[in-house]
């Protein structure tokens, strides 16, 4: 498909706006056409002008050197045209306006007070009167300094449309992230009940039926929840109980023949921190079924001084914490509520949760071997 020409980039920000400013150049032939001017100034300034719209649309794709010499280009054609037709002047106005949109403000400003001493310098060799050249000097300062403004708006609002998308891109991350984590945590857990309770299952079916039938019954309530709660954390309204938590952390521990014991405290928690504690249950249960070959396991969650303290430990034979995305995810959704996170080693593997009372505590996550 052939390309289309264009005598202006596709810009929003310009737009039709170039062709507005255009309304200036039929003063160009201002005046030749009072003064009854001899032919050769009607070349002379037509031959200027169409050099002129050619260096103007142009300088509209140009940047940095090119544009600068554009800028030049134009002051010398009203330099020069006006030794015949002071109506040039009106080519300092149009190099100001290119000049405030294309140079850092400090360097526009310099080269308004050029154009304008150049126009003063005319004007005083040819022995202007002031209203021939005065008007020039005004609107170089008039119409390059709004152009400089412009630019320096438009600048800013680039700076914050890309600082916007950053943003829009970093939350994008975040929420996949969340995602990714809470997903893992709760098809960790979920899944590995079901395998356990479909074993489970598959074993009784001969001797006892009864309780095979059961245990797969609790295999479909326990799919049926999970495929409710990852709905709920794709969407991003999950709303984790703590004691919900506990309550399949024990199912979990009994499928796999686990000896368990739960000691849940009425301490008072926000919604943000309940969701966290919840899903550090079922991924900290998830690894004691999984890694630990413990025969006991015990969760509590209680105020220790000015602390709320949840605590899962076990009796198994761990060398060293699952440092996976499990526990990785757990940390950072403790730190983010400003908790502190301990795994200890000594006869089993304790891992531990505080929580401040006070919501200015400082996050801190650390592993005690």
Known sequence: MRKRFRLLPDDRTVGWTPYAWLVYFPTLFLQPAMEHAPTFVWVITAIVGIIFLALYFRCHWAHGREANLIIASIVALGAVLALFNVSGFVLFIYAAGFAGTHLQTRRALQAFAAFAALILLEAFVLHLPLFAWVWAVVLVWMIGGVNAHYATVRKGNAVLRQAREEIEHLATVAERERIARDLHDLLGHTLSLITLKSSLASRLADRDPARAVAEIRDVERISREALSEVRSAVAGYREAGLARAVASAEQMLAAAGIEHHSAIDDVSVSPSEEGVLALAVREAVTNVVKHSRATS??????????????????????????????????????????????????????????????????SQVHIVA
């Not at 060293?320 to 509520?337: F, K, Q, W, Y």
């Open 297 to 362: 396991c015990t969760i509590s969650f209680s105020r220790e001084g000015a602390m709320r303290r949840l605590t899962v430990g076990d009796n198994g034979h761990w060398t060293s914490a699952p440092d996976g995305n499990g526990l990785a995810g757990m940390r950072e959704r403790v730190d983010a509520i400003g908790g502190q996170l301990s795994v200890a080693h000594d006869g089993g593997t304790k891992l531990v949760i505080d929580l401040p009372d006070s919501e200015q505590g400082m």
